[in-house]
């Protein structure tokens, strides 16, 4: 029965929500051949900037989420699964740790060993290997790979990483058939994203009283669909902090793995889309996601350390250095240790893709 579950989720097309895209089941199938005892984790730390979409339906719907921590952990042997669960998110640490209790005194079969992590908060820890050092006690650094996490993870053990959404998809494989004539892994069905505008009102939507909302899109489904003012704004971030920066006028691109890989867009998908108005400039942005990147480095490796903080010097000019710019671009992506520094520049050359006359001082500086 396990190898045709995880031959249903392999056929199903569901991948990874955490920004690599890697096939879920292909992971359960990995870490199931791994000599026991079997370990889970499961990050709902939601460092991304802006990012709640976690907290919301955790709020609304903890024994979804359950359902599929449990299904995992049956389907791949696991013997306990560690839940790392962002600080600051008190009322769901409440909640969670009163469902737990219940589903303990109620369960009608044996219960893996559950645990409820503290997240300290730190956006690094949203790496995989940093979370499971966090875990264990440990600064939140990334690991050198290979060993992989899947043979030597959580206290040496092999273990099963998920994040939140991952968890609950996991349980609803059915929402997460492949498409008709493309590859498995273009699925449909829907994913969750945390969806905020600018300062601006002209860039959000009429019907969501300013508010950030979080937001079910479809696969393959693009902004201007679910997000119809979108097409009236300048620029928008389809991955958040990390994902690039792409003009409204590329607001119709499908946002699925495959569709944006197949046209080289300088971003990764993510939870987080933020649209930006006229009155935004990306060069802006762009900044301020490098600052956030310098501050959040963890430090261990030199390329991200200093790459970083010497990027965010230099894009404070009003003309921009390209070549010094690009070649710290290019050290950072071929030399750090994990995703942070490998993604850092990824708005910096949406920014000169896309929007090069904020750069070149034709457009002016704003005060």
Known sequence: MPDELIKTLEDSGLRGLGGAGFPAGRKWRIVRDQPAPRLM?????????????????????????????????????ID???????????GCRELLAAELAALQRAAPFELPHIE???????????????MIQSIEGQRGEPRLRPPYIAQVGLFGRPTLEHNFEDAVLGARTSCSVARAGSPASAVTGARACAAS????????????????????????????AAWPTATRSMAYLPGGASGGILPATMADIPLDFDTTAAARLLHRLGPRWIVLSQRDRARDAASNMMRFFAHESCGQCTPCRVGTDKAATLMDATIWDRATLEDLNQVMIDASICGLGQAAPNPVRSVVAHFAHEIDGSAGAQS
Do not use: M, Q
């Open 41 to 77: 984790a499961v990050n709902i730390d939601e460092g991304e900037p802006g990012t709640f979409k976690d907290r919301t339906y955790l709020e609304r719907d903890p024994h979804r989420f359950l359902e599929g921590l449990l299904i995992a952990a049956a389907v791949v042997g």
């Open 197 to 224: 505008a600018s300062a601006d009102a002209c860039a959000r939507p009429a019907s969501s009283s300013h508010r950030p909302a979080s937001r079910c899109a479809s696969w393959s489904t693009n902004i201007a």
């Open 80 to 90: 306990a699964c560690y839940i790392y669960l962002r600080d600051e998110y008190h």
């Open 116 to 130: 409820l992590r503290r997240g300290a908060g730190a956006y690094i820890c949203g790496e995989e290997s940093a």
